[in-house]
């Protein structure tokens, strides 16, 4: 296919693909949800962390968070546990690490929490 005609299709495409829904969050009585109400409600944050991890575990991270200490493996460990629970409650079955190396390109690793047992049956993954 020439070029032009491939480029002529792409546009023909996408003049002719339909519309898409979107649906916004509304209040209980129709009304639209500002934004800066329900901006962020799926972010891991401080608050999160304190509550899902050990003390010990969270002033580790706290240390190594304003460059007093590095981080050690088993808070490192505490913490992607801490992540993940909090993220399949969530709903979340698949992550990704994106990369930027400073090599001007990236990359991405596409995983999943979940692993076939025995009964071949999908699992979360502990």
Do not use: C
């Not at 329900?38 to 899902?52: M, P, S």
């Amino acid at each position: 296919m020439a070029l032009n005609a491939a480029r002529v299709e792409s546009l023909r495409d996408n003049i002719n693909r339909p519309t898409r829904k979107i649906s916004y969050p509304k209040n209980a009585d129709g009304t639209p949800v500002y934004t800066s109400e329900f901006f962020g409600e799926n972010v891991f944050h401080l608050q999160q962390i304190a509550k899902a991890l050990p003390k010990p575990a969270y002033a580790s991270f706290l240390k190594q968070m304003r460059g007093r200490q590095a981080l050690d493996r088993a808070t490192a460990d505490a913490i992607a546990h801490a992540v993940r629970i909090w993220a399949m409650d969530r709903g979340a079955t698949h992550f990704t690490h994106w990369f930027q190396p400073q090599t001007g390109t990236t990359a991405e690793k596409h995983d999943a929490f979940l692993s076939l047992k025995s009964t071949f049956t999908a699992a979360g993954e502990e």
